[in-house]
């Protein structure tokens, strides 16, 4: 089993060769100042575009009060090829009258008007499209260990796992590990603590939070072999052109 990931810096595959790793060995990093949003604005500054460093001055000012970065996200998920649809606020079930990931779609203008109408939105990715996802809950609900932890290193270290294409961690400690789609469908409680999602499942995608304000995030960011990077997304859903 080998952890793929995409360097921050090049946006090319890496395969990790110690958790942790974000870029190649060889690639320099390309941020002098460690934050994104500064970093993009001298970007737009030297490639003399008025537009876009005239709007990241803005978010850096603060002067930008738009909430969250989820729609945002929801937008770059779907312009990965992944299909998206809206989740409650701090929550991790369907926002009101929708299907949930009957209606996730990696339609541009859907994903927008879902987060501009609803920016407060949890995220939600529907598996076994562009990805499938073992899902690791490693404490209860209770806050008492499930016992998963001790099951994921052993299936980790059996050598029987396929390759690993992104991992992100829940709020609760718990672990979504990405593999490419198997066709499959959804396995609950396949090992103590884990569930395996597939066609008809979802996920719950970073930023999205808790009501308690804890986030979802990336561990090892998605590979670029469950993306659409760099290629026409594939549209899908009730809302696909
Ligand atoms: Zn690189």
Redesign the pocket.
Known sequence: MRIYST?T????Q?MLAELGQT??P??QTSSPTGDPLADAFLAAVEADDQHTADQLAAQLDGVDQRPPQLGRAAVAYAELGWPVFPLQPGDKIPYPRSRGFKDATTNLDVVRRWWTNAPHCNIGVATGHMFDVLDVDITRKDGTPSGALWEWVELRDSGKLPDIHGISITPRGGLHVLFQPTGGGNLAGFRPGMDYRGRGGYIVAPPSRRADGRRYQWWVRPSPHITARGQRPVEHGPHAA
């Open positions: 360097c810096v090049c946006d090319q890496l870029q190649h060889n690639c």
